[in-house]
């Protein structure tokens, strides 16, 4: 709805459940190619990614597809959103309606892009292990996963009080996004820190090879290659 109303004064907003924090802004206007709309922080990561076919998962309007391919790097995106896909076919790119806990890749690809914090896809830290082992599965050999996520930890303040989550993990969260009066269902979505991150992919085969962090630390990516 947010693709589709563009022109409407209210933003897009997420929410976290069970945690004293502001609704986040989410970037529609830059996914909408707004010139003046700023650019996520995490695009820069995008420099890793090598010459080959990626896969984007959580693609929405294909603009990270737009700017490889103008590098002459290939690939293909997955959404969930409709909306998001038909705008993404619009612009020339190859993408396709799919979730990523169903979707097979016909072949193997040089680069996962989970970017936009789409770590969180894994849902919790349980599944996090087993989310990894999947994305690796469409890897070639000398593949590379970019994987990013947030820790709001340090946003919350001095005694701020990350607590609260169902399975005792800080970053094992509930959020839904609002539009004006309009709000979403609750969904899953997992914040991990660095450290549990390379903890994680220690245990399933992975290293993390590269790492970023922007705004002190509350937006980070990391690049995952097997051992």
Known sequence: MALRVNNSSDRLLAELKDVDFPLV???IGWWLREPEAPSPPDLEVLEWVPDGWVLDVGCCTG?????????G???HGIDVTP??????????????????????????VDAVL????????????KALPG???RLASWLKPDGAIVFTSSDFRPLLGPGGDATGAPDG???DREIRHRLGDRTGAWFPWLFIDMAT???VCAGVGLRITRQKEWRDGTVLAALLQTV
């Open 114 to 125: 989970m970017l936009g914090g789409n770590g969180g896809m894994a849902g919790s830290l």
């Open 169 to 171: 993990y800080w970053g």
């Open 25 to 27: 802004p989410q970037p």
């Open 83 to 108: 909306t998001a896909i038909s705008m993404a076919k619009a612009a020339g790119l190859s993408c396709s309606l799919a979730d990523v806990h169903h979707y097979q890749p016909p072949h193997a």
């Open 197 to 199: 991150l390379a903890d």
């Open 63 to 71: 603009r990270h597809l737009e700017i490889l391919a103008g590098r």
């Open 73 to 75: 790097v290939r690939g």
């Open 131 to 133: 989310f990894l082992e």
